[in-house]
């Protein structure tokens, strides 16, 4: 029998050590949890689909300098924080100094901040749902160089939104490991925006944990946007935690690529705490996109709504794999998932896995999931009114996802998905 195929010990010997001591231990203790962890098969439920698309050389075990030409010096409406290959750049960076509000990187902690933020750190993603996510997840925590810190103290509010530009430059082969932990006091508010793009054509890895907490009636809006080149391989991982009355929205907008993945977690775990999750895939070509998303009801009176839809063109791959856990004390959930996927192709395939799991028993939840194709009898009555025939496969595709691209509630990202959404129908309806 051939042996399950094991992570590299390449990937688990980090270079760099400007973090306080607190974070440096940290960083030791998961890297030593994760010698000899057996990497995702197509045995491995949720990494069924996608094992095959993950690419592993020792080459990407180097982690990528933070030097190089950066594009992340564009304007944006608002503040902003520059990465580069995982590491948080200062001088690219324009942030605000609001009182109630501290953004510092993990290198300018000093050791009780980071003591304090090295017990929490992982905290938000220990669901037993996704093994698998949680290791890859945990790969970051062995990796990370720098890290972005966000406080929000009570009644705060960020009057703008602040704008994460994660750039990966891919010059040479290696690896990148972005981090940032988001502490939203009680009635706090923020809206965070993390936009991945990349430069450079040599295969790389981005491995990027993204955690969330929200006290007392905080209000947090997350939104993501991934961009990057096709040479980038991507496995993202966002944790949440909830306190009562709290509110977390999660607007996510993906282009495929190699591989995508993106594991978003939730746990509802105060009275009243309440989350709206959106997501908006393409993909074409031979490219690939994996979102697996679990949103845990803990406390009772606690309301959530999903809804993804995934497009999928050419030969290439989209899945969808939506989970709600309903625990026992959860009485009087409200819980609504909803996933709709069109096929642009015969070559293309949407694999789709919505679950519901219910262990109380005065609840109100549902779910459902359909994969379809454009209808032909739309497309006629278009054209038969004097519509060309792109043109109405593209009124008709961007109608099946618009309602979604417009909810995202920062213009500039709009503007930039539809930007992106234009130029696959350009690639895909060519010639239509």
């Not at 972005?148 to 705060?156: F, M, Q, V, W, Y």
């Not at 990057?228 to 991507?234: F, L, P």
């Not at 899945?319 to 293309?348: C, E, P, T, W, Y």
């Amino acid at each position: 029998m051939k042996p399950a195929p094991t992570l590299s010990a390449a990937f688990l010997h980090p270079a760099g050590q400007s973090l306080p001591e607190p974070l440096l231990a940290l960083r030791k203790q998961r890297g030593t949890a994760l010698v000899d962890m057996p990497l995702p098969t197509r045995k491995t439920e949720n990494w069924k689909y996608s094992s095959k698309y993950l690419k592993l050389t020792d080459d990407m075990a180097i982690s990528l300098p933070a030097e190089g030409k950066t594009g992340s010096g564009l304007a944006v409406p608002g503040y902003k924080v520059a990465f580069l290959n995982g590491v948080m750049l200062p001088e690219a960076s324009d942030y605000p100094d609001l009182d109630g509000i501290s953004i510092e990187r993990f290198g300018d902690l000093d050791d009780d901040e980071a003591a304090s933020l090295a017990d929490r750190m992982d905290s938000t993603l220990n669901s037993s749902s996704d093994k698998g996510a949680v290791q890859m997840a945990r790969l970051n925590s062995a990796r990370f160089e720098d890290g972005l810190l966000i406080r929000l103290k009570p009644n705060a509010v960020l009057d703008q939104p602040l704008f994460i530009v994660h750039e990966v430059n891919a010059d040479a082969s290696g690896s990148a490991y972005p981090r940032i932990f988001v502490d939203a006091g009680r009635h706090s508010q923020i809206t965070l925006v993390e936009e991945y793009i990349s430069s450079g054509g040599e295969p790389v890895m981005v491995n990027t944990v993204t955690e969330f907490t929200l006290g007392d009636g905080a209000n947090v809006t997350s939104v993501r946007l991934n961009m990057e080149g096709e040479n980038v391989q991507h496995i993202g991982a966002t944790g949440v935690r909830q306190q009562r009355n709290s509110r977390f929205e999660s607007h996510c907008v993906g282009f495929g690529g190699p591989l995508r993945r993106h594991d978003l977690q939730v746990r509802l775990e105060g009275e009243g705490a309440e989350c709206k999750l959106n997501g908006v895939v393409v993909t074409q070509g031979k490219q690939h996109y994996d979102n697996h998303t679990t949103i845990e009801h803990v406390a009772a009176h606690c309301n959530s709504e999903e809804t993804y839809r995934n497009i999928a063109a050419d030969q290439s791959h989209a899945v969808f794999n939506g989970r709600i856990h309903i625990h026992q004390d959860a009485q009087k959930s409200n819980a609504d998932m909803n996933n709709k996927n069109l096929l642009l192709s015969n070559g293309a395939e949407i694999d789709t896995k919505p679950e519901l799991e219910i262990y109380a028993d005065d609840v109100k939840c549902a779910h459902g999931a359909t994969i379809g194709q454009l209808d032909e009898v739309s497309l006629f009555y278009l054209v038969s009114r004097g519509i060309g025939r792109r043109e109405a496969n593209v009124l008709l595709t961007m109608a099946f996802i618009n309602e979604l691209v417009e909810q995202i509630p920062v213009e500039q990202v709009r503007d930039t998905a539809h930007t992106r959404l234009n130029q696959f129908f350009d690639q895909t309806f060519e010639g239509a």
